[in-house]
């Protein structure tokens, strides 16, 4: 597409293209573990959550957290 800049590149989906089901309502912690490539700059990596409904796609909510504080 001759775009040589990328700002914003999906490296991974840490729950895989399926995602992982989420009962809205409760009081849940999930926790995964992850790793950084050693080639990404690791002050630019964010993680991105977000609720979706299965059927429909709609997003419920959307989460954009630095990877490094």
């Known amino acids: ?11 991974t989906m840490i729950t895989g293209k399926d995602g992982e089901a989420v009962t809205i309502g409760q009081n849940t912690v999930i926790s ?6 050693q080639n990404w700059k690791e002050d630019d990596c964010y993680l991105t959550v977000f ?5 429909t796609k709609q997003v ?3 989460e954009r ?3 490094k504080l």
């Open 60 to 62: 419920f909510g959307v």
């Open 1 to 11: 597409n001759g775009i040589t800049n990328l700002n914003d590149v999906m490296r």
């Open 65 to 67: 957290i630095k990877v």
């Open 32 to 37: 995964k573990g992850y790793t950084l490539s």
């Open 51 to 55: 609720i979706q409904n299965p059927a």
